[in-house]
């Protein structure tokens, strides 16, 4: 039945699929079949088109169609994958209702403190749909609830491991002190004039005055800043004291975790900064740290048995490429 079943899926898809214009050119064809699914070539296409755009503006001859052909296979691995997972999850019963997918997204607007506008807009510059947004949490949601009962549920971690990874990895639990920033930074050179230095405080005034009025300080980044920062919503990473600008160190060890500083002026411009994560000095005792290690040694061996479970889904599975 399942056979007939799929051949009927097939033949409709094809029906749907293929269109025959005057100069007889096919427009869509199936391109892996999974178990009673298919995935066609317009669905890996609208998967890798964002990706796509990125290749062609930064890549040209055979190396562009190297990169291309190379990343079509990707997606399509990765779509098959979600494909078995999706199907995997309706035979264990786990379902994502579409209220929960707007929940965890109206949670994630609400710490961020941006609005759906701000969402929808960050996702079409990147070449995104807010309904393929939806889609790939539910894929994600989905995989974490299957990984959970499948996966993680069956893991143990003993305090042995725990105490071998701090022995082996002591450098990540001392240091000096050091805070986790976000900054933007509005260049100013000390050289530069009068009027272009007021003017830069200016720019600097105004995105600080868009956060306080409840934007996010990733949007005003990603408006404002330079650089690769703008990628990272402003987020440089951990910085320690002695390396920091006198001028931003002195305000950025003073701020709590959370706090968005004043306009901060240096010699190369004008800073904001905001303090995400603080760090001190010396060695962290090990019952301070034995959660976050349980966490990291759970997702490693998480992520090791989650490749061997999905080898062996695809391998009790019907999976034809045709791409």
């Not at 790939?136 to 069956?154: C, D, N, V």
């Not at 004043?262 to 800073?271: A, C, L, N, T």
């Not at 990291?296 to 599975?317: H, Q, V, Y």
Request: charged share 35%.
């Amino acid at each position: 039945m399942k056979k007939i079943c799929l051949a009927i899926m097939m033949a409709a898809a094809l029906a749907s699929a293929v269109s025959v214009p005057a100069v007889g050119e096919v427009v869509d064809r199936i391109v892996a079949i999974v178990n009673d699914d298919v995935i066609t070539l317009s669905e890996l296409n609208e998967s890798f088109d964002p990706y796509l755009k990125k290749i062609e503006a930064a890549m040209t001859g055979q190396e562009r169609e190297r990169m291309i052909a190379e990343g079509k296979a990707t997606i399509l691995k990765r779509m098959i994958d979600s494909k078995l997972i999706e199907q995997e999850a309706k035979r264990s019963g786990l379902v994502v209702k579409d209220d929960e997918v707007m929940g965890f997204i109206k949670d994630l607007l609400k710490n961020r403190n941006m609005q759906m506008s701000n969402l929808i807009e960050s996702l079409n510059k990147e070449g995104l749909t807010f309904e393929g947004y939806k889609q790939e949490l539910r894929e994600q949601m989905m995989r974490q609830r299957l990984i959970r009962k499948e996966i993680r549920s069956k893991i143990v971690i003993a305090d042995e491991e725990i105490g071998d990874y701090y022995r082996r990895h002591r450098d990540e639990y001392e240091g000096k002190e050091a805070v986790r920033l976000k900054q933007i930074l509005i260049p100013a050179s000390a050289m530069a004039d009068d009027l272009a230095r007021k003017r830069a405080r200016e720019v600097a005034e105004r995105a600080l005055a868009r956060i306080k009025d409840g934007e996010s300080f990733e949007a005003v980044a990603a408006h404002f800043a330079q650089g690769a920062a703008i990628a990272s919503g402003g987020d440089i990473g951990f910085v320690e004291k002695g390396s920091m600008l006198p001028e931003v160190e002195k305000i950025a060890l003073s701020l709590d975790i959370g706090a968005v500083s004043p306009v901060i002026e240096s010699h190369q411009g004008f800073y904001i900064i905001q303090v995400i994560d603080k760090r001190g000095a010396g060695l962290k005792p090990i019952a301070e740290v034995r959660h976050e290690i349980r966490m990291k040694l759970e997702d490693e061996k998480a992520a090791k048995r989650f490749d061997s479970w999905i080898a062996e889904l695809r391998a009790k599975s019907l999976v034809e490429v045709k791409l």
